[in-house]
């Protein structure tokens, strides 16, 4: 019985000691996840080139997704695949202003100058997404229903006129007409030269501080 205890005081003796020895417990150290840096200039380019490679799937027809803006890149999106929804969409609202905007928009294109010009530099690319683009949605609007009129005498004047919904038909032909003027390349440059510009100068400016940065650093007492 002596030898069976002294066995089992040989076998837990060890296990004792390094549970109660604080070195053994601190001699494995525990593993922190690795922390990345943040780098601001690769996040605008990689925002930059998702948003780039999104718009160009969907001009190249590999994107078909109707759920697009009714805003400056509703143009950028459109396929025979989302036309009709798309459209209809963006002018199922009543008080819907894109129509308006977009003749104003056009109107503002014909008559912009560049600085220090003495003559109207029209913004061609602007001209030629948003007249055959404002043609679609002109397309795409419902025509109200006129109710006839009559005279005193109960004859009818002036016959009455059906509401027109836009069909699919004369969708796609607006929409081959903005294809064949070239809307599809003109409002992609139109919407990425405003874009690329506003990023490019995004990267510069991250730059420039963290080279302000940098050179604050060294300046400092080391």
């Known amino acids: 019985m002596k030898w069976v205890i002294r066995i089992l005081l040989v076998a837990f003796l060890p296990v004792v000691v390094l549970t109660d020895n604080p070195a053994s417990a601190q001699a494995l150290p525990r593993t922190r996840p690795a922390v990345v840096p943040f780098d601001p200039i ?14 160009q799937g969907i001009v190249n027809g590999t994107a078909t997704d109707p759920s ?20 209809k969409k963006c002018l199922s609202d009543a008080n819907s202003t894109l129509v308006d905007d977009t003749q104003r928009a056009l109107d503002s294109a014909k008559a912009y100058t560049q600085t ?3 003559a109207p530099t029209p913004d061609n690319d602007a001209i030629n997404c948003l007249t055959p683009g404002l043609a679609i949605l002109k397309a795409g609007v419902i025509v109200p229903a006129v109710a ?24 796609f032909q607006k929409y081959r007409e903005f294809v064949l003027a070239g809307g599809l390349t003109s409002c992609k440059t139109w919407v ?13 400016n991250v730059n420039g501080a963290l080279a302000i940065g940098t050179g604050a650093a060294l300046l400092l007492p080391k």
């Open 42 to 55: 690769q996040k605008v380019r990689d925002d930059l080139a998702r948003q780039n490679a999104n718009a």
């Open 68 to 87: 697009l803006s009714c805003d400056f890149k509703v143009f950028l999106g459109l396929t025979p695949q989302n036309l009709e929804a798309t459209i």
């Open 116 to 118: 220090g010009a003495s």
């Open 148 to 171: 006839e009129v009559k005279d005193a005498s109960g004859t009818i004047t002036t016959a009455a006129v059906p509401a027109k919904n836009p069909g699919l038909i004369l969708l």
């Open 192 to 204: 990425d030269t405003a874009v690329n510009a506003t990023a490019t100068q995004a990267i510069n």
